[in-house]
């Protein structure tokens, strides 16, 4: 194996406070000093002609609803009841519109067989369920859900991929939930082997602790998934959060990205619609949880970024944001509510250069590799629940990107 080692600009100690690992097919270039939202100003693209122009002509503006509190009184965290009163009318509108329909509409990744698994970050599904089986401790439960469930697919995939281990002792049983927003009949605690089946219809997903307690569910998670449903939402970022607060520590969070941007307070620029903007701030939202995770570039389909979480630490993810307005996304980006949420940050971070911003984007745009933790690529690599055969070619670089001055690179 040939090494070559690498000098790489240093990573600022807020995005990488933990020890990274950045993968790709190759990597070319000095790394941003910082990873952080861009300062430019307000109005103007980034230079590069491979992003979108995206920038919104929807311009940071006060709203009405709780966050005209003054800053003073202001939480310091981002809070579900703090949702801004035109957001919390789009959720409520969606979700009407959907609880109405008997069936998923949507094609592909909707939990019809064969791909009835989302193989998210190139993980084999199967492979990452039974390893969290293996290491249960002395736990005769487990609870795995589905966002966005479509069909009820994954869950039935699930099942069988579990029924059909003969290693498991008797007493062992899953729970496997799949919540969709779309109404219609359902199965409830349906026995199948050492599984039991919830099929959530009607499910209000954007109000994600709510629904879960309105049927009894009370429960830590071991694994929740979600495939091209987050993007369709009118505030996924909160339901990103809730679901990230409804795992068990241990537990694993994958999904694919979706629309958001962050913005300073003050406001220094225009609100951002671009892919770009929204991969970048992905990083930074899973970089704050504090926990291990993973980010595979995804670009097929107008998909954004895909993610895999393990939350690391006891207790709620305290994001130091909030509400600061929505914006339309149009009908081009197969987003269903056709809206994008947007956030002020509450505690100041270092601005994004606009060379940074150009030389960051590429790296997330490859489609070949993860950037994230270095533990929890050792954990998979070693569980061998990567899903290699999906991938064009495996990754032929991995460098390490603590927070130090140089990376080391191996070539395969």
Same mark, same amino acid.
């Given at each position: 194996? *040939?090494?070559?080692?690498?000098?790489?600009?240093? *990573?600022?100690?807020?995005?990488?406070?933990?020890?990274?690992?950045?993968?790709?097919?190759?990597?070319?270039?000095?790394?941003?000093?910082?990873?952080?939202?861009?300062?430019?100003?307000?109005?103007?693209?980034?230079?590069?002609?491979?992003?979108?122009?995206?920038?919104?002509?929807?311009?940071?503006?006060?709203?009405?609803? =709780?966050?005209?509190?003054?800053?003073?009184?202001? =939480?310091?965290?981002?809070?579900?009841?703090?949702?801004?009163?035109?957001?919390?009318?789009?959720?409520? @509108?969606?979700?009407?519109?959907?609880?109405?329909?008997?069936?998923?509409?949507?094609?592909?990744?909707?939990?019809?067989?064969?791909?009835?698994?989302?193989?998210?970050?190139?993980?084999?599904? =199967?492979?990452?369920?039974?390893?969290?089986?293996?290491?249960?401790?002395? @736990?005769?439960?487990?609870?795995?859900?589905?966002?966005?469930?479509?069909?009820?697919?994954?869950?039935?995939?699930?099942?069988?991929?579990?029924?059909?281990?003969?290693?498991?002792?008797?007493?062992?049983?899953?729970?496997?939930?799949?919540?969709?927003?779309?109404?219609?009949?359902?199965?409830?605690?349906?026995?199948?082997?050492?599984?039991?089946?919830?099929?959530?219809?009607?499910?209000?997903?954007?109000?994600?602790?709510?629904?879960?307690?309105?049927?009894?569910?009370?429960?830590?998670?071991?694994?929740?998934?979600?495939?091209?449903?987050? @993007?369709?939402?009118?505030?996924?970022?909160?339901?990103?959060?809730?679901?990230?607060?409804?795992?068990?520590?241990?537990?694993?969070?994958?999904?694919?990205?979706?629309?958001?941007?962050?913005?300073?307070?003050?406001?220094?620029?225009?609100?951002?619609?671009?892919?770009?903007?929204?991969?970048?701030?992905?990083?930074? *939202?899973?970089?704050?949880?504090?926990?291990?995770?993973?980010?595979?570039?995804?670009?097929?389909?107008?998909?954004?970024?895909?993610?895999?979480? @393990?939350?690391?630490?006891? $207790?709620?993810?305290?994001? =130091?944001?909030?509400?600061?307005?929505?914006?339309?996304?149009?009908?081009?980006?197969?987003?269903?509510?056709?809206?994008?949420?947007?956030?002020?940050?509450?505690?100041?971070?270092?601005?994004?250069?606009?060379?940074?911003?150009?030389? *960051?984007?590429?790296?997330?745009?490859?489609?070949? $590799?993860?950037?994230?933790?270095?533990?929890?690529?050792?954990?998979?690599?070693?569980?061998?629940?990567?899903?290699?055969?999906?991938?064009?070619?495996?990754?032929?670089?991995?460098?390490?990107?603590?927070?130090?001055?140089?990376?080391?690179?191996?070539?395969?």
């Amino acid at each position: 194996m *040939l090494k070559n080692k690498i000098v790489f600009s240093t *990573l600022t100690s807020f995005l990488l406070s933990s020890t990274c690992l950045f993968a790709t097919d190759s990597l070319e270039g000095p790394l941003p000093s910082s990873v952080v939202h861009s300062a430019a100003a307000a109005g103007a693209s980034p230079a590069s002609s491979s992003l979108e122009p995206a920038f919104s002509s929807a311009v940071h503006s006060p709203l009405d609803g =709780p966050s005209s509190s003054s800053a003073a009184s202001a =939480p310091a965290f981002l809070r579900l009841e703090d949702r801004l009163n035109n957001i919390q009318q789009g959720v409520d @509108r969606t979700h009407e519109d959907l609880s109405q329909r008997s069936s998923s509409s949507w094609g592909l990744y909707n939990g019809d067989s064969p791909i009835s698994f989302y193989y998210l970050c190139n993980i084999n599904d =199967p492979r990452l369920i039974y390893s969290l089986l293996r290491h249960r401790g002395d @736990r005769k439960e487990l609870h795995l859900a589905d966002i966005g469930g479509g069909k009820h697919g994954w869950i039935r995939a699930a099942c069988r991929a579990i029924n059909a281990q003969t290693d498991l002792p008797d007493d062992l049983k899953i729970h496997l939930y799949s919540l969709r927003g779309e109404g219609g009949p359902g199965v409830w605690g349906e026995e199948d082997g050492r599984c039991k089946l919830y099929e959530y219809n009607g499910c209000k997903i954007e109000n994600l602790s709510a629904a879960l307690k309105a049927k009894n569910i009370n429960v830590e998670f071991d694994l929740i998934v979600s495939r091209w449903s987050l @993007r369709h939402l009118v505030d996924p970022l909160m339901t990103f959060k809730s679901a990230y607060d409804q795992l068990n520590t241990g537990g694993f969070l994958a999904g694919d990205g979706f629309y958001m941007d962050i913005l300073d307070h003050p406001a220094s620029r225009a609100v951002d619609t671009s892919n770009a903007r929204s991969n970048i701030e992905q990083v930074l *939202l899973l970089q704050e949880t504090g926990s291990e995770f993973l980010i595979h570039p995804y670009q097929a389909r107008y998909s954004l970024n895909q993610f895999i979480v @393990r939350k690391t630490q006891a $207790g709620p993810c305290q994001l =130091p944001l909030r509400y600061a307005g929505s914006c339309s996304l149009g009908d081009m980006r197969q987003v269903h509510s056709q809206q994008m949420t947007y956030f002020e940050r509450l505690q100041p971070r270092k601005a994004l250069s606009q060379g940074d911003f150009e030389n *960051l984007h590429p790296k997330l745009e490859r489609g070949k $590799g993860v950037i994230g933790s270095q533990s929890l690529y050792t954990f998979l690599r070693t569980e061998n629940i990567f899903f290699e055969d999906s991938w064009d070619k495996p990754p032929a670089y991995w460098g390490d990107f603590s927070n130090k001055e140089e990376g080391t690179q191996e070539k395969k």
